[in-house]
């Protein structure tokens, strides 16, 4: 039975990312669930309420312009024909921005309710990682490649025993493509998956002196690398402000009406677009982590969400905040390191 209708009373409050209070009391920050609505956010970070209403310009009167003031306009136009071609740049990008901003729908959410989303998820998770075991970027790259429609947990039961023979792009690729397909027979397409490690092992090392790539670009051209790969990637490994949308990711935005989308992408731009500054480097796994263990696919565990109150999913059915209590770093603890294999950065 979903309950809408959670408006809590209290007034809501400001996001203090990294704020370390451990509970929250029953109603607090409240008031973002009784949101005004949000139309056309104007940016990240930005007022976006401020779009809704625009002053209204009143229009003259017509039918009775003198003739000095026709010629005045006409005057005008031509001047503003004549500067429109030095203008044409900057006007297209103004429409685009326009259309994309017209094209997003509105969210029930203040800028103050998603921050408060934001700041709760941080409390709770201070330290996010992803659940892939890997030992260096390398590993990391090769399991999010193989992590595709499968789970965290299976990835890393095949993983284990392959990283522990190939941890470094050139140790990979003289293992071999029928070496690493028997080593990861227990994930859903195999063979491709094997394939595609083999060849972005060689490329990396013949490529890349035997690294990963940090640019968006470069990381995309390697075989089994989409956007979705490459933001993983460059979130988890170098810390860069993306966020991959996987299918917790998508669900959350459009459950929850945060970040609407139909695709990826829209999802994905949906929520760079309202993510508070400084929160914006471990959003990619707080969601991932709160659609995998807490709103989940069948039935969200509302219950135990601790933005209960703030949420304005229709099927939501409990509107009271669990206690926001820290919780553990998930995986608990690095991974050994195989003979000669360094983390990332060290
Ligand atoms: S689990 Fe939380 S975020 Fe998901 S629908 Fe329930 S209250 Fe909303």
């Given at each position: 039975?979903?309950?809408?209708?959670?408006?809590?009373?209290?007034?809501?409050?400001?996001?203090?990312?990294?704020?370390?209070?451990?509970?929250?009391?029953?109603?607090?920050?409240?008031?973002?669930?009784?949101?005004?609505?949000?139309?056309?956010?104007?940016?990240?970070?930005?007022?976006?309420?401020?779009?809704?209403?625009?002053?209204?310009?009143?229009?003259?009167?017509?039918?009775?312009?003198?003739?000095?003031?026709?010629?005045?306009?006409?005057?005008?136009?031509?001047?503003?024909?004549?500067?429109?071609?030095?203008?044409?740049?900057?006007?297209?990008?103004?429409?685009?921005?326009?259309?994309?901003?017209?094209?997003?729908?509105?969210?029930?959410?203040?800028?103050?309710?998603?921050?408060?989303?934001?700041?709760?998820?941080?409390?709770?998770?201070?330290?996010?990682?992803?659940?892939?075991?890997?030992?260096?970027?390398?590993?990391?790259?090769?399991?999010?490649?193989?992590?595709?429609?499968?789970?965290?947990?299976?990835?890393?039961?095949?993983?284990?025993?392959?990283?522990?023979?190939?941890?470094?792009?050139?140790?990979?690729?003289?293992?071999?493509?029928?070496?690493?397909?028997?080593?990861?027979?227990t994930i859903g397409f195999f063979r491709t998956k094997a394939k595609n490690v083999q060849r972005l092992s060689e490329m990396l090392r013949d490529e890349h002196g035997g690294e990963?790539?940090?640019?968006?670009?470069?990381?995309?051209?390697?075989?089994?690398?989409?956007?979705?790969?490459?933001?993983?990637?460059?979130?988890?490994?170098?810390?860069?402000?993306?966020?991959?949308?996987?299918?917790?990711?998508?669900?959350?935005?459009?459950?929850?009406?945060?970040?609407?989308?139909?695709?990826?992408?829209?999802?994905?731009?949906?929520?760079?677009?309202?993510?508070?500054?400084?929160?914006?480097?471990?959003?990619?796994?707080?969601?991932?982590?709160?659609?995998?263990?807490?709103?989940?696919?069948?039935?969200?565990?509302?219950?135990?969400?601790?933005?209960?109150?703030?949420?304005?999913?229709?099927?939501?059915?409990?509107?009271?905040?669990?206690?926001?209590?820290?919780?553990?770093?998930?995986?608990?603890?690095?991974?050994?390191?195989?003979?000669?294999?360094?983390?990332?950065?060290?």
């Amino acid at each position: 039975m979903a309950d809408s209708d959670a408006s809590p009373k209290a007034p809501a409050r400001k996001a203090k990312p990294g704020a370390t209070k451990t509970r929250v009391a029953e109603g607090a920050s409240a008031e973002g669930a009784a949101a005004k609505t949000v139309r056309k956010p104007a940016g990240r970070g930005a007022d976006i309420s401020a779009g809704a209403g625009a002053p209204k310009t009143r229009t003259p009167k017509t039918g009775s312009v003198s003739i000095k003031a026709t010629k005045t306009s006409i005057a005008k136009t031509r001047a503003s024909k004549a500067a429109a071609p030095a203008k044409a740049g900057a006007g297209v990008a103004v429409a685009t921005r326009r259309k994309a901003e017209a094209a997003q729908p509105p969210i029930p959410y203040s800028p103050d309710a998603i921050a408060e989303i934001f700041r709760r998820f941080a409390v709770q998770r201070p330290h996010p990682t992803s659940e892939l075991e890997h030992v260096n970027t390398f590993t990391l790259l090769v399991a999010v490649v193989l992590s595709a429609q499968m789970t965290d947990a299976g990835v890393n039961r095949a993983t284990r025993g392959l990283f522990a023979r190939a941890s470094t792009p050139q140790a990979m690729a003289a293992l071999g493509e029928d070496e690493i397909r028997q080593a990861i027979k227990t994930i859903g397409f195999f063979r491709t998956k094997a394939k595609n490690v083999q060849r972005l092992s060689e490329m990396l090392r013949d490529e890349h002196g035997g690294e990963v790539p940090r640019s968006r670009e470069a990381l995309e051209k390697l075989p089994g690398v989409g956007r979705k790969t490459a933001n993983v990637i460059m979130n988890t490994a170098f810390g860069e402000e993306t966020l991959a949308v996987d299918t917790h990711i998508l669900r959350i935005g459009n459950r929850i009406k945060i970040a609407p989308g139909k695709t990826p992408e829209a999802v994905e731009e949906g929520f760079l677009r309202i993510i508070p500054e400084g929160f914006l480097r471990h959003a990619h796994h707080w969601l991932i982590l709160h659609g995998r263990f807490v709103c989940k696919a069948r039935k969200p565990d509302c219950e135990h969400c601790i933005i209960a109150d703030l949420c304005q999913a229709d099927e939501k059915w409990c509107d009271q905040p669990a206690p926001l209590i820290a919780l553990p770093d998930a995986p608990p603890g690095p991974q050994p390191l195989p003979p000669g294999a360094t983390r990332p950065g060290g």
